[in-house]
């Protein structure tokens, strides 16, 4: 069916009139001679001069007679701004280098403009192709194993559907042995405790492992022997100076994993290791406090029931060798102060990054899973004020190693522009505000210039996909997760699904 004709424009802004009847919305996809375009703006038209319309007007308004308009559906009409998308020729989709027939006739997309489309092999899913609020079945799939170790930017504001998404996507990968994922939970609501869950896949039992300050049956304890600590791992998180930074690199050099204990119980006055008493003095303190320690007869004691000195269990090894074995990790860190959250989750993904960089040394990279650090609030460890941590070096370096984030952030501003470029996907939800949408658009990996409207028109559920690993930027309309569950033969189970 004819949805309107192309009366003018130029390349990646073409004007098409809407036909009388039609409905023509911001984010529609149209087609016309093997090329789909995106609506991204609309306007009134009208062949009546400006003191013809305030007149007539005037005279409806104020009760006047009754107003006849010949050839109304000639004279009055909308117009809509349209952008090329992808030209798609034999099957074989690129980017447009040509403008439609001047006058052609659009028609709406259906599923078979999609053709080209492919499932790669290691197949990550999103949602469908959406063209406006219509849904086609056609689903989005991109290469995962890719697009992890290249990044994967989640930004939105509150409400527009960014938990369900990140649920989506790992009920999908739940059962992918290409991946590896850990989810630092500040919220507890992937796993689903008290609701629906990732627990609920089929395959969960065998594939997810659970860590929680109060685990269920078949979870497992989050406690931590701060001997694991080390100083590299207080990078970014506790506020230090260099002269104290360079007092942990002194201690661990000389007392290895003990370093930390040797530490906290050197008098000040009179350490051996060249260090100002007044240094020492103040570093043991930002210690304590930030790892809940007491002194007690001269010796560590901790107070908290997060970092320990009890348990005897190695927990950052136990997680990267379920991650490279392609399992995935869910931390419920809801309980926690934001610091000692980043803390554990900075220790896990270091030692993680380090045994990958072994790897790649090796050479046996290509034989190990993807691996993915899902984070919530990704300013917290990405902005400039984070400091130079673990996150940032995978951020800038993780691809070559197989190692990527998958961040999720209302304040996309916030995240350093050399670190946003590096998100090689970015799955853009909902936003209104212009800031935001400028900091997006401007490192998203397709031309988007004019989606500004688009993006704040997105409704929740509903995405933009941005990556290296499609043809081009992907409306999309994200799948329901308790829709997902029930599809798939998920069903709610008891916390000692584990048993």
Same mark, same amino acid.
């Given at each position: 069916?004819?949805?309107?004709?192309?009366i003018?424009?130029?390349?990646?802004?073409?004007?098409?009139?809407?036909?009388?009847g039609?409905?023509?919305?911001i984010?529609?996809?149209l087609?016309?001679?093997?090329?789909?375009l995106?609506?991204?703006?609309?306007?009134y038209?009208?062949?009546l001069?400006?003191?013809?319309?305030?007149?007539m007007s005037?005279?409806?308004l104020e009760?006047?007679?009754e107003?006849?308009?010949?050839e109304?559906?000639?004279r009055?009409?909308?117009?809509?701004?349209a952008?090329p998308?992808?030209?798609?020729k034999?099957g074989?989709?690129r980017?447009p280098k040509r403008?439609?027939?001047f006058?052609?006739t659009?028609?709406r997309?259906?599923?078979?403009?999609?053709?080209?489309?492919?499932?790669?092999e290691?197949?990550?899913?999103l949602?469908?192709?959406r063209? #406006?609020s219509t /849904?086609? %079945?056609?689903?989005?799939?991109?290469? &995962? +194993?890719?697009?992890?170790s290249?990044?994967?930017?989640i930004?939105a504001t509150?409400?527009?559907g960014k938990?369900?998404l990140?649920k989506v996507?790992?009920w999908?990968?739940?059962?992918k042995?290409?991946? #590896?994922i850990l /989810?630092i %939970?500040p919220h507890?609501?992937?796993? &689903? +405790?008290?609701?629906?869950g990732i627990?609920?896949?089929?395959?969960?039992r065998?594939?997810v492992?659970y860590y929680?300050p109060?685990p269920?049956?078949?979870?497992?304890s989050?406690?931590?022997?701060i001997s694991?600590?080390?100083?590299?791992n207080l990078r970014?998180?506790?506020e230090v100076?260099?002269?104290q930074?360079q007092?942990?690199?002194?201690?661990?050099n000389?007392?290895?994993?003990?370093?930390?204990d040797?530490?906290l119980t050197?008098?000040?006055?009179e350490?051996n290791?060249?260090?100002q008493?007044i240094t020492?003095e103040?570093l043991?303190?930002k210690?304590?406090?930030?790892?809940d320690?007491?002194?007690v007869?001269?010796?560590?004691?901790?107070?908290g029931?997060i970092?320990v000195t009890q348990?005897?269990?190695?927990i950052?090894n136990?997680?990267?060798?379920a991650?490279e074995e392609g399992?995935?990790v869910i931390?419920?860190?809801?309980?926690?102060?934001?610091d000692?959250?980043l803390l554990?989750?900075g220790?896990i993904?270091?030692?993680?990054?380090?045994?990958?960089?072994k790897h790649?040394e090796?050479?046996n990279?290509?034989d190990k899973?993807?691996?993915?650090i899902?984070?919530e609030?990704?300013?917290r460890v990405?902005g400039?004020?984070?400091?130079?941590n673990?996150f940032?070096t995978?951020?800038?370096?993780?691809r070559?190693?197989?190692?990527?984030?998958?961040?999720?952030?209302?304040?996309?501003?916030?995240i350093p522009?050399e670190?946003?470029?590096?998100m090689?996907?970015?799955i853009?939800l909902?936003n209104?505000m212009?800031s935001?949408r400028d900091?997006?658009?401007g490192s998203?990996a397709q031309?988007?210039s004019k989606d500004g409207k688009?993006?704040a028109s997105?409704?929740k559920?509903e995405a933009?996909?941005?990556?290296?690993f499609t043809k081009f930027?992907?409306?999309?309309?994200i799948?329901?997760?308790?829709d997902?569950?029930?599809?798939?033969?998920?069903k709610?189970?008891?916390?000692?699904?584990f048993?």
């Amino acid at each position: 069916m004819v949805l309107g004709q192309i009366i003018g424009g130029e390349y990646g802004e073409l004007v098409v009139r809407q036909k009388s009847g039609q409905i023509i919305e911001i984010g529609d996809l149209l087609s016309i001679d093997d090329i789909i375009l995106q609506v991204y703006d609309l306007a009134y038209g009208t062949l009546l001069e400006a003191t013809d319309l305030a007149r007539m007007s005037g005279m409806q308004l104020e009760g006047y007679e009754e107003t006849v308009l010949m050839e109304e559906e000639i004279r009055n009409f909308v117009t809509a701004k349209a952008k090329p998308l992808v030209h798609v020729k034999n099957g074989v989709a690129r980017i447009p280098k040509r403008l439609p027939g001047f006058f052609g006739t659009v028609n709406r997309v259906n599923t078979d403009d999609f053709n080209f489309m492919e499932k790669p092999e290691n197949s990550l899913y999103l949602g469908k192709v959406r063209s #406006g609020s219509t /849904v086609l %079945d056609v689903p989005v799939n991109i290469d &995962g +194993r890719e697009a992890l170790s290249h990044h994967i930017l989640i930004p939105a504001t509150t409400g527009r559907g960014k938990s369900n998404l990140v649920k989506v996507m790992l009920w999908d990968m739940v059962p992918k042995e290409w991946c #590896g994922i850990l /989810v630092i %939970d500040p919220h507890d609501e992937y796993f &689903g +405790r008290n609701e629906i869950g990732i627990k609920d896949h089929p395959e969960a039992r065998e594939k997810v492992l659970y860590y929680s300050p109060n685990p269920p049956k078949g979870g497992y304890s989050l406690r931590v022997n701060i001997s694991l600590l080390k100083p590299w791992n207080l990078r970014g998180i506790i506020e230090v100076t260099d002269a104290q930074s360079q007092a942990m690199y002194v201690f661990y050099n000389h007392h290895y994993d003990d370093w930390l204990d040797a530490l906290l119980t050197t008098d000040p006055e009179e350490n051996n290791h060249g260090i100002q008493s007044i240094t020492l003095e103040v570093l043991q303190r930002k210690l304590r406090l930030a790892l809940d320690i007491n002194m007690v007869g001269g010796e560590v004691r901790t107070r908290g029931n997060i970092f320990v000195t009890q348990t005897n269990n190695d927990i950052v090894n136990d997680i990267a060798d379920a991650m490279e074995e392609g399992k995935k990790v869910i931390l419920d860190t809801s309980s926690m102060a934001g610091d000692k959250e980043l803390l554990i989750a900075g220790m896990i993904t270091h030692e993680i990054f380090r045994r990958y960089k072994k790897h790649k040394e090796f050479g046996n990279l290509d034989d190990k899973p993807s691996i993915g650090i899902v984070i919530e609030e990704a300013p917290r460890v990405l902005g400039e004020r984070g400091g130079r941590n673990v996150f940032h070096t995978i951020a800038r370096e993780g691809r070559k190693f197989r190692v990527g984030l998958i961040a999720i952030t209302q304040l996309s501003s916030m995240i350093p522009r050399e670190i946003l470029a590096n998100m090689n996907t970015k799955i853009i939800l909902g936003n209104e505000m212009k800031s935001e949408r400028d900091a997006i658009i401007g490192s998203a990996a397709q031309d988007l210039s004019k989606d500004g409207k688009n993006i704040a028109s997105l409704d929740k559920g509903e995405a933009i996909v941005s990556s290296i690993f499609t043809k081009f930027a992907v409306p999309i309309k994200i799948d329901l997760f308790d829709d997902v569950v029930e599809k798939e033969g998920g069903k709610k189970t008891k916390l000692e699904f584990f048993g």
